[in-house]
């Protein structure tokens, strides 16, 4: 069964640094391209960054709105992935989950990690 835990939001201030974590089970994630969303009161959950499996390159695609400030890792031994948040802002406050990213996604999702930007 496919299963995320996210793990790592906190309570910052704005321009401030955060990584938070997601552990994933229940399928091969190395073979997989992961992505981090979001999701803000009354928005819709929006796609963050993602990265590409290993024998894609492990390439990575971030939001406009992220780019410069986001990072996306994975590490695949451990099935872990990361996203390490630089210069926050109170927008960036959210709700913060990964998955399989595209059409790959799974219906099970993790009960996400909040992280505030105070404003």
């Known amino acids: 069964q496919v299963n995320f835990v996210e793990s790592g939001g906190e309570l910052v201030y704005p321009g401030g640094s955060l990584t938070i974590s997601c552990a994933a089970s229940?399928?091969?994630?190395?073979?997989?391209?992961m992505s981090w969303y979001r999701q803000s009161p009354g928005k819709e959950r929006e796609l963050v960054a993602t990265i590409n499996r290993p024998s894609s390159g492990s390439a990575t695609t971030y939001a406009d709105s992220v780019k410069g400030r986001f990072t996306i890792s994975r590490d695949n031994a451990k099935q872990f992935l990361y996203l390490q948040m630089n210069s926050l802002k109170p927008e960036d406050t959210a709700v913060y989950y990964c998955?399989?990213?595209?059409?790959?996604?799974?219906?099970?999702w993790g009960q996400g990690t909040r992280v505030t930007v105070f404003s």
């Open positions: 229940g399928f091969t994630f190395r073979m997989y391209d």
């Open positions: 998955n399989r990213a595209g059409k790959y996604s799974s219906d099970s």
